[in-house]
């Protein structure tokens, strides 16, 4: 259940042991996704030996292997990344590869929402859980595509008082406008006023990148009610992937290969399942171990550089840590991967 990048890398990987598959999802493809659309971490090795790394460069996968961090109208860090990223938009992403899992056999069922009962042969991976506020927060993402913006390294991270915005290049000469907000209050104007909210402050540097920005509005996306806390496979019922099994804050850039790793874990348990070695109830244990043991860690220091992200006093520390030892962001970046 479920056909973002968990349960699409799932069904190729089942369907290249010729297991018998069939993939419902709630919406239709192609879609525009609200995401980074920058994928850095173990997942980039899961896609090399799925072999779809160089269809991906076909599709004009831009590699990135900098990034800027900037606040106001400065520029707080530059950093060279221990391991370049991919960046590629959801829209080309997802449809290359729900097209690879068609051809592999599976039997798809688009526009179907499925009610999730845990039981024998169902793998849930069905995206975020929900939840309105936490601690008193609403969190929401905002995303669209732009033409005629000039980075200054393959990645930029804008802090913005209302919370941050990220632009990466992607393929086809676009930029990847999204961004992370919190508010206490519902926000009614968002369809009206994403623009803004994308554009960051006035005089910003992010205001500065976007201002002759021609925005393609069909790619415009959002979404609401994320719930960043993180959960453990072993607290839940059934066989959870991806953001269905949990959400790491999207600062990381991590998610979409927490989505794809989790759905190369999850294989051999379900094959030994699948071919009658174990049953149900072990190769569910098997999954949740596995997760919990891969993702544990990097959740923890995920949730410390989240709080950095939005909390001043947590800010001011990171970026002093990050002057007095030059090595500190590399090191985050390597503990939330
Ligand atoms: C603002 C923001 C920025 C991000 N930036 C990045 C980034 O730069 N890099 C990165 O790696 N990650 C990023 N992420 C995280 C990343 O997008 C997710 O972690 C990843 O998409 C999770 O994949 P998934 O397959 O688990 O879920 P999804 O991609 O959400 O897919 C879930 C699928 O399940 C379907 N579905 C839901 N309910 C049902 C149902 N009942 N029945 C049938 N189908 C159903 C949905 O239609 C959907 O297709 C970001 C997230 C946010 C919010």
Redesign the pocket.
């Known amino acids: 259940?479920?056909?973002?990048?968990?349960?699409l890398t799932l069904g190729l990987r089942l369907r290249q042991r010729s297991v018998p598959l069939t993939l419902?999802?709630?919406?239709t493809y192609p879609r525009h996704?609200?995401?980074?659309?920058?994928?850095?971490g173990r997942a980039l090795s899961v896609i090399e030996s799925l072999g779809l790394r160089s269809s991906l460069d076909q599709l004009g996968a831009v590699e990135s292997s900098d990034v800027i961090l900037s606040r106001g109208s400065s520029i707080l860090s530059r950093r060279r990344l221990p391991q370049p990223a991919l960046c590629l938009s959801r829209y080309q992403f997802d449809r290359f590869l729900i097209n690879q899992l068609t051809s592999a056999g599976a039997t798809l069922h688009t526009n179907?929402?499925?009610?999730?009962q845990p039981s024998e042969g169902i793998v849930h991976?069905?995206?975020?859980q929900p939840s309105p506020t936490e601690h008193g927060w609403r969190w929401f993402?905002l995303?669209a595509h732009a033409r005629n913006v000039s980075l200054d390294a393959g990645l930029e991270m804008h802090l913005s008082s209302r919370g941050y915005i990220?632009l990466c290049r992607i393929e086809n000469q676009q930029v990847n406008v999204?961004?992370?907000f919190r508010s206490r209050h519902p926000v009614s104007d968002l369809a009206a006023k994403w623009k803004e909210w994308l554009s960051g402050e006035a005089d910003s540097l992010l205001s500065q990148r976007l201002q002759n920005a021609q925005w393609d509005d069909s790619s415009f996306s959002s979404?609401a009610a994320?719930s960043l806390s993180p959960r453990q496979a072993t607290d839940r019922l059934g066989i959870n992937?991806?953001?269905?099994l949990t959400?790491?804050p999207?600062v990381t850039?991590?998610?979409?290969?927490?989505?794809i790793e989790g759905a190369d874990l999850a294989t051999q348990p379900l094959l030994d399942w699948s071919y009658g070695k174990i049953s149900w109830a072990v190769a569910s244990r098997q999954v949740a171990h596995r997760l919990d043991h891969a993702f544990a860690k990097r959740l923890r220091h995920a949730r410390w550089l989240q709080h950095a992200m939005f909390d001043p006093f947590a800010q001011s520390l990171a970026w002093n840590l990050s002057r007095i030892f030059p090595a500190f962001p590399s090191l985050l970046f390597r503990l939330t991967r």
């Not at 259940?1 to 349960?7: E, I």
């Not at 992937?241 to 269905?244: E, K, N, P």
């Open positions: 259940m479920g056909g973002g990048l968990a349960g419902f999802d709630a919406g996704r609200v995401c980074g659309e920058y994928l850095s179907q929402r499925v009610s999730f991976a069905t995206g975020r993402g995303k990220g999204c961004g992370l979404i994320l992937i991806g953001d269905a959400m790491i999207p850039g991590n998610g979409m290969s927490m989505a």
